[in-house]
């Protein structure tokens, strides 16, 4: 197996290589609208993809303008019946109908390519441009994906959150902000009315009958605060990492709100045999629930959220992990790296470039920094 981590600015994007199969986790922005500016994801990833035929799995972290927006041109080529692997937005114990209006919200940021019009709302449509047969695969924590010749298991997000948590009350003030934002704006409205007949909106929101059964040792958490973290979530939210300290008003504000509630539920991966960690842009919380299934030991940790020192929990830091790798754009201040011991190499994107790991087996890693035109 090999594993890229792709130089594409503030974005994520990993490709994948396995025996006759390749997996791509997120594909970085789109660049500019209007502007004759190459995105940075379409020429790291175009020029990883030398066999692109062989993509049969892509997975979507969570649907921020910087992890999938890239999905357009790069993606010519690619398996017609690729499958599109997606966080399933958990079901909401006792406030169903917030869900729905959680996934209109969320879907209804995605930007607007003038070009292009309302295709860009959906990200199943934007993907059937290159991949007519594409099939969307929503997840959640239990489930198993075959990718890259590997067995990858979902650690993240739960399959439910019980009412009355830290959870849906965040998603509820998020959503409740967004709409009344949105009543003063046409375009909002219009959008959160069109994305509901979208097939991404239908992925999302998939029937809870598509959950695996969870042994004991997977029953999901219920996704309240562990106990002794008050002090710490609020320290956190001093720092910008969480949820605003302020009721948000405008409707930029109530946006934030929307994006860091889907960090929340980021899509959180780990491979059984190479032991490779992909965590999108979970939130220190997210990554702490998600660790109670992890495991340890781990060859490669893609850290979440840009490698923000502020996401990354202790459980974490104190597992063995040989290389640590960070999609960085340079617009998180401190790094992990800057702030703790990591007891690994800590590879930077704005720093290093793009990076490449070879895993000969499962106990056997290299890494070598690499510069796209030259090696591919």
């Not at 594409?134 to 198993?144: L, T």
């Not at 009543?183 to 979208?198: G, H, I």
């Amino acid at each position: 197996m090999i594993v890229k981590v792709l130089n594409v600015g503030h974005g994520l994007c990993v490709h994948i290589t396995g025996p006759g199969t390749d997996f791509v986790y997120d594909c970085g922005t789109h660049g500019r609208w209007g502007t004759k500016q190459v995105p940075p994801a379409w020429t790291a990833l175009s020029q990883a993809l030398w066999r692109r035929e062989q993509v049969d799995v892509i997975a979507v972290s969570h649907l921020h303008w910087d992890h999938y927006c890239g999905f357009l041109e790069p993606l010519a080529g690619v398996s017609p019946d690729v499958q599109v692997v997606m966080p399933r937005l958990p079901v909401l114990v006792g406030a169903e109908p917030l869900r729905e209006r959680f996934a209109a919200a969320l879907l209804s940021l995605a930007p607007l390519d003038p070009a292009l019009g309302p295709l860009e709302i959906d990200l199943m449509r934007r993907i059937k441009r290159y991949a007519p047969n594409a099939v969307p695969v929503p997840v959640s924590a239990g489930h198993d994906v075959t990718a890259a010749g590997d067995q990858w298991r979902v650690l993240w997000p739960p399959p439910r959150i019980e009412a009355g948590t830290r959870g849906i009350t965040k998603l509820e003030r998020a959503v409740v902000a967004y709409e009344n934002a949105a009543q003063n704006s046409p375009e909002v409205r219009r959008r959160l009315d069109a994305v509901r007949d979208s097939e991404a909106f239908g992925a999302l929101l998939s029937e809870p009958g598509l959950d695996p059964e969870l042994d004991d040792s997977d029953e999901p958490h219920d996704f309240d605060e562990p106990a002794g973290l008050d002090a710490e979530v609020r320290v956190l939210e001093e720092e910008g990492d969480d949820e605003p300290l302020m009721e948000p008003r405008s409707l930029n504000e109530a946006a934030a709100a929307v994006r860091l509630a889907a960090n929340e539920l980021s899509l959180v991966m780990v491979s059984a045999e190479s032991r490779v960690l992909l965590t999108g842009d979970a939130t220190r919380f997210a990554m702490e629930q998600a660790m109670h299934r992890a495991g340890r030991r781990f060859n490669l940790v893609v850290t979440p959220h840009h490698g923000g020192r502020l996401h990354v929990p202790d459980s974490l830091l104190e597992s063995e992990v040989p290389f640590w790798a960070s999609s960085a754009g340079g617009r998180l201040g401190k790094q992990v790296s800057d702030v703790y011991d990591l007891k690994g190499w800590h590879h930077r994107t704005d720093k290093h470039g793009s990076a490449l790991y070879c895993v000969e087996s499962p106990d056997l890693f290299e890494q070598w920094d690499f510069e796209m035109g030259e090696r591919w």
